[in-house]
């Protein structure tokens, strides 16, 4: 089936930003629509001002040309609201293992970063401290642990 | 409530001024932390007004794009708070400014969750979210400053005599009533030990154009590169 297909080449396609996440982990593809040989693709941007946002645009439409699709649009949806309850728990693993710790619980159950539990990437140990709300992009907070010392990136719940 | 053109220009304006004066920033702030900080206020900002530029391009049509609202209208045209476009003084100043303004931001995105403009609502809904970091990061700094050294409780009270003639603005146009902006700005301030500033009101109003002469100076800075080479790309 195309839309099998389809979502299958798109899973290749990564956020610049963060290259272990697919848009699929990250979950921001909404649809995909197969209309003869049009296909429209529904995207959720993470951030409004999220500069990777134009890029991936541009390599989701590339990567399916090179599949044989040529005629592709992509379609900006801003409601619902994308949050980070859309990404996959694989996405999810896949942060982890990249030195970035995953969103922990659901998006805005609790207000302040202060109060959550993040564990450390390397070390594991969830003795962290919060260093900035804004860490190296928009969707990221930076974090030390107090154990191992290292700083390291959380991908705020949003 | 169904927003005419002006209304949504004037969003966009807003977004679009604050966002740049945000980002005059980037690669000076105070400290690392606080200078990604603000470049990121200053993102979500732009986002926002590119969102909202797009849309009211559909809207005027003739023409027009997200590009020729930004960097083709001239300083009569816009249609900002002038609070928005003030210079960013020190970081007390900076940080006040987004605080009052983010607190009046939120009350009125929240009205057009309601908008019988689908997409204006969508756009609402998403920047919301964006707004409460603004929120959170701004009141974290107006206490610090606020009920910190002698120096910056000075500093403090001087930005808030500076901003406050300008806040007035925000409510001329009936959308959000000062109640029940004063409301969210009085408990912050109560804990931050700083008392509301009396310093009068002014009647000049950005929203129908007439501006600071700031804002010329953005304006000069921000399309240069649009009215010396037309339709450049990169």
Known sequence: ????????????????????LSVIDLGIIRDVMVNDDTITILVSPTYSGCPAMDMISMNIKLALITAGFHNVQIQQVLSPAWTTDWMTESGKQK????????????????????????ACPQCHSTNTTVISEFGSTSCKALFKCNDCKEPFDYFKCH | MHLNIN???????????????????????????????????????????????????????????????AYLRDVIDFKNHLIVELPNGDWAQTIL????????????????????????????????KEITYHIRWSTDWVLRLGDGTAESKARMIKAADYLWPYTEELFVD???????????????????????????QLLQKGIEGEHTEHLGYILAEMQYLQRAYPNSEW
């Open chain 2, 97 to 128: 400014r987004i605080f009052f303004f983010s607190q009046y931001q939120r009350l009125r995105y929240q009205q057009l969750l309601l908008d019988t403009d689908k997409q204006i609502a969508a756009i609402a809904e998403k920047s919301l």
């Open chain 2, 174 to 200: 009936g959308f959000i009533t000062k109640r029940e902006w004063l409301a969210t700005i009085e408990p912050v301030f109560l804990e931050a030990t700083l008392a509301l500033p009396s310093t009068k």
């Open chain 1, 95 to 118: 942060l982890k293992g990249y030195g970035i710790a995953p969103p922990v619980g659901k998006s805005f159950d609790k207000m302040y970063l202060e109060e959550l539990e993040v």
């Open chain 2, 7 to 69: 209304n949504l220009l004037s969003l966009a304006d807003d977004a679009l001024i604050l966002g740049h004066r945000n980002s005059e920033w980037c690669g000076h702030g105070p400290v690392l932390e606080q200078d990604i900080a603000i470049s990121n206020i200053a993102l979500d900002y732009i986002g926002l007004a590119r969102n909202l530029y797009q849309h009211a391009a559909t809207l005027i049509n003739a023409g027009a794009t997200e590009d020729t609202l």
């Open chain 1, 1 to 20: 089936m195309v839309t099998k297909k389809i979502l299958d080449i798109l899973s290749t396609v990564t956020d610049p930003e963060i290259p272990v």
